[in-house]
């Protein structure tokens, strides 16, 4: 059940700070989310299982699976991804960028209003985007507007949606695959910062909300045609069924925990069929010392439906910083983070202390993303 208790430690909302650096291993060890629920579930729209399946074995990555070939992984690749950036005065635009180089082919300004580090952007075909932002300067506290991109990567001006919410601000926002719903997760709701979170799926012809309160998930990814919602949160990934009765988050259901066996659980999604889960992990590794070639985690696949590991598609090592010569040099553990998944779930956006795009088993870094830092992106 989605609860609002303390998060652990390296749990990260997106644009609020930047992914932490250890020189020692275990970003998020066992100890780290002792009393979160164990183990994994088949993703169900229908009722909870009575028990999750056994304990998984530890996901260990020390290679990734068979790399695909460079023809492989641009098959059906999307041409362009939009980008958010904040620029050195403190505005923001998103940048559409090719995919192939991240070359930049056009940029749109946002207003003002906008707080830029806070940036949400979304699309469901790659040519009709929204992007939602922080407003703390405006009446409204978050906004959000819809933008095109012709075949030729030409970015059209924003038009606002009259979309309006009290909430505190905006954790994450996705359009349902035939682009007619947007889902959104917010802090604050009913204008109290401290207060719980909230889901809403707000029709965008007719401007219908339903509201889902309880927790505050920051990570959404659509599923089975647009019936279900991932919602990563800090006890694991959820699933909820939009079609279903009720208001409150605690009737989405568990399917995968924070922790895979000792494996610490950053972040996860599913696929846009619904099929398997594509998770990012770090292992505890004790006192292990760290050097060049150590594997710290990695990116996953797995089954929603058994709850086994299908393989690997990229693995992370562990970093090194030379933080000035002072007592913070050394090596360290990083994570990554997962951004958008292509309608074909081959193509994925990711931040593994380089940002760039994952198709399948084949890792390209891409410019515009400075190491270490949140990104906001999507194709």
């Excluded at 959104?184 to 809403?200: C, D, K, N, R």
């Amino acid at each position: 059940m989605l609860t609002n208790d303390d998060r652990t430690a390296t749990t990260t909302r997106p644009g609020r700070r930047w992914r932490g650096r250890r020189i020692a291993a275990g970003l998020l060890s066992a100890a780290a989310v002792a009393g979160l629920a164990t183990g994994v579930q088949a993703a169900t729209s229908g009722p909870a299982l009575a028990a999750p399946p056994a304990q998984l074995g530890s996901a260990r990555l020390d290679a990734a699976d068979s790399p695909w070939s460079a023809v492989r992984a641009q098959a059906g690749m999307p041409r362009y991804y939009v980008l958010g950036q904040e620029s050195k005065s403190g505005g923001g635009s998103l940048q559409v960028r090719s995919s192939a180089t991240g070359q930049v082919i056009s940029s749109v300004s946002t207003p003002a209003a906008c707080d830029p580090k806070s940036f949400k952007i979304t699309t469901a075909d790659d040519r009709n985007f929204v992007v939602g932002c922080d407003t703390p300067r405006s009446k409204s506290a978050i906004a959000f507007y819809r933008f095109r991109i012709t075949s030729r990567g030409q970015a059209s001006g924003l038009t606002p949606l009259a979309i309006r919410t009290p909430d505190d601000s905006l954790d994450g926002a996705a359009l349902s695959p035939d682009g007619r719903k947007l889902a959104i997760t917010m802090q604050g709701f009913g204008g109290v910062p401290s207060g719980p979170g909230a889901l809403e799926v707000v029709t965008l012809a007719t401007g219908a909300t339903r509201t889902w309160t309880g927790s505050s998930p920051y990570d959404l990814s659509w599923a089975g045609n647009g019936r279900e919602l991932g919602l990563f949160e800090s006890s694991g990934l959820y699933t909820l069924n939009v079609t279903a009765a009720g208001s409150k988050l605690n009737s989405a259901h568990l399917v995968l925990s924070r922790t895979f066996k000792t494996d610490g659980v950053q972040t996860a999604k599913l696929s846009p069929d619904g099929r398997t889960i594509i998770a990012s992990v770090t292992y505890d590794l004790g006192n292990q010392p760290l050097h060049r070639g150590t594997v710290v985690g990695g990116i996953i696949e797995i089954s929603a439906r058994t709850g086994k590991q299908l393989g690997t598609l990229q693995p992370i090592h562990a970093q090194y910083s030379a933080d000035g010569g002072g007592s913070e040099a050394g090596w360290y553990e990083t994570s990554c983070t997962l951004g958008s998944i292509d309608a074909t779930g081959h193509h994925l956006l990711v931040g593994c202390d380089h940002f760039g795009r994952l198709d399948g088993t084949r890792f390209t870094p891409l410019p515009g993303v400075a190491q270490d830092t949140y990104f906001s992106a999507a194709w």
